[in-house]
């Protein structure tokens, strides 16, 4: 019997210091969770009133519920993540989460070398087809929406530029979409640019932190978070080296896709 509780003793023990080990090499957050609407396969954790994390499941190392609603993470240390704080547009403090296609974005920054904006009317503009070419988006490039609703998201990139995949034939905008998480009305153009993103992720067969010249065209998420932590969604032609979209940011991180 000794021998037993001796031996559960020293399981017990080992178990301690197999978990100290795991955990001793994470950073620990704590505070209320909730699935992350704007990026699938993220966690959000509010750790208080002002500050808000994002982190993908997949680098939560362990969890350990507090009570009904609010648990420890321990994530991987180096990993990418976003932190969400509350700030003042206008008169209105945001709240923990920001619908990003509310606040305006920055204009281009000009600087030498940058894309000029193309313009649409001067491409060709096919039929409406499935899995169009990005040149036949471009051709259907323009500041507005089909529905109508183009003052009320104004200089919206996800906005403009997803009307255009709609019109050149990309229906699975316009349904249920698992990457899409807020629309416009009546056009029901989604509006976010981080959720084009994943859907772009998804789109790609080809893809590039690079731009580089004469390689066709490509659709290009860029961020900079410290400057717009919602990013934006842009059309490229680097043949000719023009842009199809509301603005250009040379100085963002460029995530490009071909398809």
Known sequence: MAEAVARKHLEDFSSLLDL????????????????????????????????????????????????????????????????????????????LEVAMEF?????????????????????????????APLSAVGAYYEDGCAGGDNTAYANNCAHFLSNAFIRAGYAELSVANPHIHARCTPGRRPLRARNMWSWLQEKAVRTSTTLQPNTGWWAVFQLKESAYWGGHVVLLDSDTWAYYGTSWHDDWGQHLYQW
Request: aromatic share 6%; hydrophobic share 35%; proline share 12%.
């Open 103 to 131: 606040v305006a974005a920055p204009p281009t920054v000009e600087l030498p070398g940058t894309p000029v904006r193309g313009d649409p009317s001067t491409l060709h503009r096919p039929p409406p087809q499935a899995n």
């Open 20 to 95: 100290a080990e795991r955990r001793s090499s994470t950073v620990m957050f704590e505070g209320y969770v909730a699935e992350d609407k704007n990026v699938p396969g993220n966690l959000l954790i509010v750790q208080s009133p002002n500050v808000v994390y994002s982190v993908a499941k997949s680098d939560v190392v362990e969890r350990e519920n507090i009570d009904a609603k609010r648990v420890r993470a321990w994530v991987r240390p180096g990993v990418r993540a976003y932190r969400i704080s509350p700030f003042t547009v206008g008169e209105v403090t945001a709240p």
